[in-house]
């Protein structure tokens, strides 16, 4: 996901609620809303026994505890996200 504020946490969160890997590319956003929303990612995540990871400096996974994510898979998935920053 490529939020553009703090309002799209909402999204982020209803995605990882029904157990989907969400990887949060907050290159679009100001540092300030890419911090609160970081926060709020972390809550959530622990909230729900999860895991989040920073993938590259503004990018970032959030798995759910029934999904494990591969080290090739965390490296396609960073590359996808920077190669989509439309």
């Known amino acids: 996901m490529h939020p553009r504020s703090y309002n799209d946490a909402r999204t982020i969160g209803e995605h990882y609620r029904e157990y989907t890997p969400v990887i949060m590319n907050l290159t679009e956003m100001d540092d300030a809303d890419a911090k609160r929303l970081v926060d709020f990612a972390a809550g959530l995540v622990f909230g729900h026994r999860g895991v989040i990871e920073k993938v590259t ?8 505890p029934n999904v494990k994510v591969s080290a090739e898979e965390k490296v396609a998935a ?8 439309s």
Do not use: I, W
């Open 57 to 64: 400096k503004s990018v970032f996974l959030l798995s759910p």
């Open 78 to 85: 960073a590359e996808a996200s920077f190669f989509n920053q």
